[in-house]
């Protein structure tokens, strides 16, 4: 095992005046599970394919414990792969392609059929280790897959969205398999992924890009309580934050209707008195008429244990879409009137000028 390092990793494509990567620097400790996330080109695979070697490193370099492979061919760095397509041998049974690269690098055959029978055991494939991959389901198809990479016991796992292509059903119970056999097998991991849902509950921490730049990187807890800007803050969290303009009167702050008081140092580095305030679903009262902000219910969402009201509220003359959430089951319906408050406390403030996170709040 070993930790991985990216120093002023930049990546630039000819003919594209952004850099797919700019300038990251990011450290995975050892044995950490770290994911990145982020939207659609946002340089989530360049990242971990320049890992690979699989793409080339235009400035900075990448280190691999205290050996830097920034120049080295992806055969020589120690590293095992894991898919979106699974890249399966479809000729070969589940025994032939999780120790084929056992094979080609002449390990013996006694010691290939008890590595790939401990690979077998831990991912519960043992009975389908005679089979073809036509003949097994995609999430017994993504476990081989995994068993190719363990048995290599390489320093760092490299999974390139390897759930995409399973039911929501298979999705959520397979990430929870290779969450628990990253931490029992203690090998440093960086998986990529555009759902955030993924990334909050599989990774140790998680980091944020947007447009080939680092956003932030930290724990799921911390990303979701305390985003450093306006982007995390808005893709972190489902449904999304609520993000509302407001203004600053010297110690008050203004959303529409309702007011609020708060510490000076908690408006620390605003730079107008124009603002945001992020409000999370679960962050909103519904509290007595008069009071907070009216609102209309355009949509009712039920989930059985949680509901969610997806309403249009009065902000400042403007109808402005606010999201809600309540306990299952509830009796709220379509085109009713509420009164909406956000908790002081759990709100978020924003520089609107410049998206930074505000004060100490």
């Known amino acids: 095992m070993a930790g991985v390092s990216y120093r002023g990793v930049t990546r630039r ?27 659609s080109g946002c340089g989530k695979s360049t990242t971990l394919r320049m890992l690979a070697g699989l793409e080339p490193v235009d400035d900075g370099g990448i280190w691999i414990g205290d050996r830097e492979v920034t120049s080295l061919p992806p055969k020589d760095r120690d590293i095992a792969m894991v898919f979106q397509s699974y890249a399966l041998y479809p000729h070969m049974t589940v025994a032939e392609n999780i120790g084929f690269h056992l094979k080609i690098t002449k390990v013996g055959k006694d010691d290939r059929d008890r590595r790939i029978k401990e690979a077998a055991k831990l991912l519960d494939l043992e009975q389908y280790l005679d089979r073809k991959p036509a003949k097994l389901s995609g999430g017994q198809r993504q476990r081989v897959a995994m068993g190719r990479a363990i048995v290599r016991r390489p320093q760092v796992f490299l999974m390139d969205e390897p759930l995409s292509n399973l039911d929501a059903k298979l999705r959520v119970q397979t990430r929870t398999q290779i969450a628990s056999l990253q931490r029992r097998l203690g090998v440093t991991t960086l998986y990529v992924t555009h759902d955030q849902t993924e990334a909050m509950t599989m990774g140790d921490r998680v980091a944020v890009l947007k447009d080939g730049e680092l956003q ?44 609020t008081r708060l510490d000076r140092a908690d408006l620390t580095g605003l730079t107008s008195p124009d603002l945001v305030i992020g409000v999370r ?50 009796r709220h319906r379509p085109g009713e009137k509420l009164c909406l408050t956000p908790l002081t406390e759990q709100v978020h403030l924003f520089d609107k000028a410049t998206g930074l996170r505000l004060g100490g709040h």
Do not use: H
């Not at 005046?17 to 982020?38: N, S, T, W, Y």
């Not at 990187?217 to 407001?246: H, K, Q």
């Open 281 to 330: 679903p679960e962050s909103w009262r519904i509290t007595a008429p008069g009071t907070g902000i009216a609102a209309t219910i355009d949509v009712v969402e039920e989930l059985g244990s949680d509901g969610f009201l997806y309403c249009s509220a009065d902000i400042g003359g403007k109808q402005q879409p606010v999201t809600v959430r309540t306990g299952g089951m509830s």
């Open 13 to 39: 494509y000819p003919g594209v005046a952004r850099p797919a990567l700019d300038q990251l620097d990011l450290k995975i400790e050892e044995g950490e599970f770290l994911v990145l996330v982020g939207p």
């Open 216 to 259: 932030q990187c930290d724990t799921p807890v911390n990303l979701f309580s305390r985003p450093v800007n306006l982007f995390v803050a808005g893709f972190i969290g489902s449904p999304a934050m609520n993000l509302l303009d407001a203004q600053a009167q010297g110690d008050t702050v203004r959303l529409g209707s309702w007011s």
